[in-house]
Nanobody, 119 residues
């Protein structure tokens, strides 16, 4: 299983980026897909999640109204559209796939993509 993030980069405050997470070796519609981020010196935090059941989305309060998570099942890819970016959004962003049933958990991570918001 491989999760490959892309789309990070340097952007000015107020700008936009779209991150992609291309997934190989599993079917994303069977998994809860989550974007996390980790800034230097801080713990990893979850940003947005799209559930395997019904595809409902949820967001951290810090990004609500600015970020949108989506998935394209045909491309087996998850996206994170980030608008009105702020310097505090600067972090490495990671894609995660989780499937839990009974006592079993399958948990996969990508390598991350760096987002830097700076003027």
């Amino acid at each position: 299983v491989h999760l490959v993030e892309s789309g990070g980069g340097l952007v000015q405050p107020g700008g936009s980026l779209r991150l992609s997470c291309a997934v190989f070796g599993l079917t994303i519609s069977n998994y809860d897909m989550t974007w996390y981020r980790q800034a230097p010196g801080k713990e990893r935090e979850w940003v947005a999640r799209i559930s395997r059941v019904g595809g409902s989305a949820s967001y951290a309060d810090s990004v609500k109204g600015r970020f949108t998570i989506s998935r394209d099942n045909a491309k087996n890819t998850v996206y994170l559209q980030m608008n009105n970016l702020k310097p505090e959004d600067t972090a490495a962003y990671y894609c995660n796939a989780v499937l839990k049933w009974g006592i079993t958990t399958l948990d996969y991570w990508g390598q991350g993509t760096q987002v830097t918001v700076s003027s």
